[in-house]
């Protein structure tokens, strides 16, 4: 009997898309919104937006901003610096409004009402209230018109635990509040049953990471252990109330954590059995079909059945920018029709699983509406066993027509307070004007019905390939992605190999000889004082002038060596630390306490410094000429000599590496000594530039107390060029001492040399809280405030001080405290005890001078096992006291009231030091204003002032934070250089030769 072939279903499904979008389609025609109907001018308001990308940039920005402008006056003059640049793009009326308009006029009392109106009316439309009151309001209108619906609450994002601990509150009182009324409604049969029976009527999604404020994805047991504490109780609450709870998707760092920590909960016994629970996938994300299919397992094997909201994805361009900034793969695809077909793959795989995973597809898109609803049919799936799902405010007549259908139609619902509820607002006008938008193009821009049904991939067949960007010259070397499980496993790996190393002896090295030292450096680890890192040979005297005659003697081959093999072995000693990554950052965990992070990001910028002087030099290496008929004239570099390396413990490796190869790139020789803190670390250094081949004598190790042998190498006649990074006091100390020249000394000394700040961040009045109290909080407490950029003072505008202050002291004591070897640790221990002494005694001293705490951390056991000192925030200081004046170098911040952004930059200014700053701000015109009146070397606004990267932030400062150009920038290397003009007579008895006749 011959077999009859199976007919892919897939043509017979996209003739039932087509029937079923034409149909929507046709009825929409005759459903637009009245002239008279307020969803009518806010769309023309809208379309308007949507006709130019500027003025709708500024409006967005706007809108994001006025919840933080409270008087008349901060509204009117924000309207009109924002619109300022686009005032030709607006009506002849509104742009002499803008013009003429004073904050008391009537004029501005009318911008500034009508403002605020018009965007809280906006507002209004896509959320459903702030109180339970008002959204019991919105929801039972919602059920009056055939549909049901998910809240999720808006809020300002957690930084804290008592954040963490409002949110969950927040959940399990809207569901019980919620409840008695909900309840008891009549029953709904389309919306209120499926298959397997009753549907709750209460229905919550929440996003993980609002439930504990620590959630990394460096720490997964850590961060689940925190997230189940709070979401076992919001389940519990929604099961005795018959309610539903859906766990939202956020950024793709979050993605793997978040559905690792929901299948952990619902396997636990409590929770297996319970079915009213889902989860979101983003279909925009490649991952998206292998998540899909994971679940399917677990949920097999769970023996439950879950929901899953299927979704395109809301953070397209902060995956996209996020990734580029970070040097790492894009993990969204980068077009749009790529994103709907994996929705339509990814809705086929929910559709044949549809018993294991219960479908609910959210999307706007009528045609992947359609695809859905086409493969329902296909295989037979009863309207009210899926959902389609469109956000409040923005389902309109197409959510009306499938819940006249049959179809449970679910409005994903947002209520909460106006100014944290922004942010959600701006996003969903983003998307209803954005280019791709599926609502701008059939509704604003009448593209034709066929092209809106045309299936993902034959758009994708017509649409032009990306474009590429070519690739710049220097690339920064990534950051290594903690949220990914090889990574961890990578760095925990090299951490337990490091430990079984700790302890061994280091000799010095030079002239390629290795030489052991009756004294010794005994390297401890600062997180537990008991712990030898290593014993590191101390040099004396005699090995500084061994080292001198080791390096003068290396001198004149390696300057004689071709530039581009210079930049070879630069880059060499690049890949070298690339491949000992893991195990270098181990080593700086252990012997300078820095978290897993800032372990990795100094091992990626020692890996830019080389990198980024070598392709330098081979520009430099390069004469100019300036030539004339008769006479050539080149311009080119020479090397200066033997470089003394001075380097700082904070940074052990990136800034030891970066002024060694930018000395050693240049022809220089180098005499390399480290922080006694952190010369094991250069140890390993040294070995790699060993390993690489670089001539003995090239670069000298030579580790030691500075206070012995800092003079003797400072001194000598023989150095022509001090490197060094460190204290105010050190550094000014070596710039007299190299400045008083003797009779054996062939030339001026060149000094190079970053000493420090007193680094100030100012937050406006209208500056975005969450982003600056984080931005404060890990610019003042990253590596325990021990960067050269951490934040020591912070400024803050009267009006958001009380605010600011507030969050801030939540945000800091919600850090953990801890080893560095735990991925979990946020702030570890000082350097050493000589460190953790001085820092206490500076925040003794500020209570005596009855300076207010607002924060002191407890340490609990730690005091007793290692240089901890607790993080500490003064607030209501005052700037000229010696707690705002002086460098402390720990995790001690002051925090100091400004009447105005003038008064503000008066402080900010008003030190000896100037190194970095920062301003959160969303006014322009402050930002113009601080652009040319912050004195500092490096200005970062809206961002925190940590993390400079080479190339992209050259770090350094002036006044007395610095002498020379800053590190990774175009100006750094010629200072190991010497510039030297050659001009040559080309002319010979009377005749010259023409252009390029030698050549």
Known sequence: MARTKKTD???????????IGRQIFAQLERRTPSIFERRWWDDRILSWAMSDESVKVQMFRFIDVLPMLHTRESITRHLQEYFDEVRTHFPKTVRLALDVSQPDSLLGRALAFGARSNARRMAERFIAGTTVDEVLTSVSQLRRRGFAFSLDLLGEAVISENEAELYQQAYLDLIAGLAPTVNEWQENSKIDVDPQGPVPRINVSLKLSALYSQFKPIDPAGTSAGVKERLRPILRQARENHGYVHVDMEHYAYKDLTIEIFKQVLMEPEFRDYSDVGIVIQAYLPDAERDLTDLIKWSKKRGTPVWVRLVKGAYWDFETVHAQAANWPIPVYQQKWQSDAAFERCTRLLMENHELLRPAFGSHNLRSLSHAIGWAEELGIP???????????MGGEPAQLFAEQGYRVRAYTPFGEMIPGMAYLVRRLLENTSND?????????????????????????????LEEIPMPEFVNEPLTDFSRPESRDAMQHAIDEVESQLGEDYPLVIGGRRI???????????????????????????????????ARDAFRLWAATEANYRAEYVELIADKIRERRFELAAWMVFECGKPWADADADVAEAIDFCNYYAG?????????????????????????GVVAVIAPWNFPLAILTGMTAAAIVAGNTVIMKPAEQSSVIASKLMEIIEDVGIDRGVVNYLPGVGEDIGADLVGSPDISLIAFTGSQEVGLAINEQASAADDRQQSVK??????????????????????????VMHSAFGYSGQKCSACSRVIVHEAAYDDFLQRLVGATESLKIGNPTDPATAVGPVIDEEAQQRILETISEAKEEEIEVALECDLGDLAESGYYVPPTIFCDVDPDSTLAQEEIFG????????????????????????????????????????????????LYLNRGITGAMVNRQPFGGFRMSGIGSKTGGPDYLQQFLLPVNVTENTMRR?????????K
């Open 9 to 19: 279903p897939g043509k017979a499904v996209e003739e039932t898309t087509q029937r």
């Open 383 to 393: 309207k009210n066993a899926f959902e389609i799902q469109m956000l409040y405010g």
């Open 437 to 465: 938008s599926f609502l701008r193009a059939s509704f604003a821009e009448d593209v034709s019905v066929e092209n809106l049904l045309m299936k993902p991939d034959d758009v994708g067949a017509a649409a032009p390939p």
């Open 516 to 550: 052991d030292t009756r004294e010794m450096i005994i390297s401890r680890n600062p997180a537990d004082s008991a712990q030898v890192v290593g014993k590191v040979a101390s040099a004396t005297d005699d090995d500084v002038l061994n080292a001198i005659d080791a």
């Open 616 to 640: 330098h030099m081979r520009t430099l290496a390069e004469p100019q000429q300036c030539d004339v008929p008769g006479e050539e004239n080149s311009y080119f570099y020479k090397p200066r």
């Open 750 to 775: 060149r000094v190079i040399a970053e000493m420090g700040g007193k680094n100030a961040i100012i937050v406006d009045e209208d500056a975005d809280l969450d982003e600056a109290v984080v931005g």
């Open 891 to 938: 995790p001690v911040l002051a925090v100091i009231r400004a009447a105005d952004i003038d008064q503000a930059l008066d402080i900010a200014n008003g030190t000896r030091y100037a190194l970095t700053g920062g301003v959160f701000s969303r006014s322009p015109e402050t930002l113009k204003r601080v652009r040319q009146r912050f004195d500092v070397g490096n």
């Open 990 to 998: 009377g005749f010259a030769p023409e252009p390029d006749a030698e």
